[in-house]
């Protein structure tokens, strides 16, 4: 057996793959060569169930990253306190090694669309979201990883462009990034941006964790979809970051048509070689 | 410009119900209309919520078939926005409102089983349990106890309907399509959801029991139960052993509502 990357208590390390509850029992019972899993934050937010206790078990075996939809960061809306209590407890419980959320708004008005849409990129919105993460963080004790959202609107309000707007927000609210490389390849897709005066634009020393998926092109724009492979120019991609900022923690995300769980071990195996040729 | 405020309530109403107003808002796209681009998260949020009600709904989306199910969510989103980030206690409302809805009027038994269902829906998440030592109970005086209120399982509801919704929910959980063949003039059932394990159970019981199980959860005490449901008073240790009762609290108030 190859040694394994250890990811520690502090820090994450290797290539993780997002958990997913048809594989929980193959994750059990055959324990497999995977550096860390990460948990849906919102499947493990309820009073009790078994749920939480699958992932008690897992979190026996391996690293845990802790990864919601929920917050809402980017809302007018005031901040649930409700879900930040569940969320403290599900930190407390789980122990993760990462905390991440997405920049983008799910709610209005106290109603919640469960979808991530996207924010308009100006210097207000900035300000508004950068103080929510912080609020969050001193709420949390412990730094998020924000993600960029793939999009498919943009705001005629917007001033800044999307990279500017991230980077922007990570160095007003203080927070890391967790950079996902299909929503970079489908919103530079859709909105006909480059990616690489996009990269250009991250601070380097934030970027601490890897999001790969597969999209579905649908002819006039692509689909976030998280229901194919990793396709190949969000490999490229990906070769590119890792070459340019290193072996940065890296994670398989597979959300629609779930295929079992050697599937998603192949697709992590290919991240570890890329990082591996990279080294 | 508009507020950020004005822009994301603008963007809900457009993703939960088609509304117009933030086109406007929008650029232009070469390959795309802004009205398209807004039914990609559109096609999105009514996808994750057909989704979480069928996750919820099983039984219903069977009895009613996966066109006329995704159409009826659909047409329940219309008149009840989500008002919680968590997406497992959206639906709460949906037997209130198949009730009243016309299209389905020829399955008169789908909103109990739509209770059933929120109820199973409900047990699996709820707070895991932790039975009380019963043995103390031994030490106190028949006034003591009679004084008693008793504590029951995190989640259970207590379920009656004049239709055979056991039945009908247990074979089109298992055997889509079986519930022809049952017969709806066979009567009613009692029915007690709870999760004492893992997974949710879903047992029939007598109507004192029901009974009985009702006035607990409203805060009667053991021996206001035992003058109005003798047996099922007698039969306290068979409940207590179901884990529908998991302890006992003295000479607390009432509480002003039981569990739904």
């Known amino acids: ?279 | 410009m508009k507020t950020l405020a004005e822009l994301q309530g603008e963007f809900l109403a457009a993703v939960w119900r088609g509304d117009t107003r933030l086109e406007a808002a929008l650029t232009r796209s070469p390959t795309q209309t802004a009205a398209q681009r807004l039914a990609v998260y559109r096609s999105s949020v009514l996808g994750s919520m057909i989704g979480a009600m069928a996750d919820a709904y099983p039984v219903i989306q069977a009895l009613t078939g996966e066109t006329f199910f995704a159409a009826t969510v659909g047409r329940y989103m219309a008149g009840h926005p989500s008002t919680s980030p968590d997406l497992h206690v959206y639906g709460a409302g949906f037997a209130q409102f198949l009730s009243r809805f016309e299209p389905a009027r020829d399955l008169p038994y789908l909103p109990d089983i739509a209770r059933l269902e929120w109820a199973w829906h409900r047990a699996f998440h709820a707070a895991d349990q932790s039975p009380q030592d019963l043995s103390q109970l031994a030490a106190l005086s028949p006034a003591q106890q009679a004084s008693l209120r008793l504590r029951l399982a995190p989640g259970l509801v207590v379920i009656r309907s004049v239709y055979p919704i056991l039945e009908i929910w247990q074979a089109n959980r298992s055997e889509p399509g079986r519930a022809a063949a049952i017969s709806l003039d066979q009567g009613g059932v009692q029915l007690i959801v709870s999760r004492p394990g893992t997974a949710p159970e879903v047992h029939a019981v007598d109507a004192q029991t029901a009974q009985f199980l009702d006035r607990a959860a409203a805060g009667a005490t053991l021996g206001e139960l035992a003058a109005t449901c003798p047996e099922a008073t007698a039969g306290l240790a068979g409940l207590v052993q179901r884990a529908w009762i998991i302890g006992f609290k003295a000479n607390e108030s009432k509480p002003t509502s039981g569990p739904a």
């Open chain 1, 1 to 279: 057996m190859r040694p394994r990357q250890e990811a520690t208590a502090e820090t994450l390390a290797g290539v993780g793959l997002g958990l997913r509850a048809p594989h929980y029992q193959d994750i059990l019972d055959n324990r497999p060569e995977v550096d860390w899993f990460e948990a849906l934050t919102d499947n493990y937010l309820s009073d009790g169930g078994p749920a939480l206790r699958v992932l008690d078990a897992i979190r026996g075996h391996y690293p845990i990253s802790l990864h919601g939809v929920g917050l809402s960061l980017g809302s007018c809306d005031p901040l649930n306190q409700d879900y930040l209590d569940r969320l403290s407890r599900a930190i407390a419980r789980f122990e993760p090694v990462a905390v991440s959320e997405h920049l983008c708004f799910t709610s209005a008005g106290g109603h919640y669309s469960h979808e991530l849409l996207p924010l308009p990129y100006t210097e207000d919105c900035v300000r508004h979201v950068a103080a929510r993460i912080r609020a969050v963080q001193d709420r949390l004790g412990r730094r998020l990883l924000i993600e960029n959202v793939s999009s498919y609107v943009s705001f005629q309000d917007s001033q800044l462009s999307e990279a500017q707007f991230l980077a922007a927000v990570l160095d007003e609210a203080d927070c890391d990034l967790l950079l996902d490389l299909n929503n970079l390849y489908v919103s530079a897709c859709n909105h006909d941006f480059e990616v690489e005066s996009y990269l250009d634009a991250l601070p380097a020393q934030r970027i601490r964790q890897i999001h790969l998926a597969g999209y579905t092109d649908r002819g006039d724009h692509l689909l976030d979809s998280h229901g194919e492979p990793v396709h190949p120019p969000v490999w490229s991609l990906y070769a590119t970051v890792v070459q340019r900022y290193g072996a940065i923690p890296s994670l398989i995300e597979w959300d629609t048509d779930i295929p079992a769980l050697p599937t998603l071990l192949e697709e992590a195996d290919k991240a570890r070689y890329i990082q591996q040729r990279a080294a």
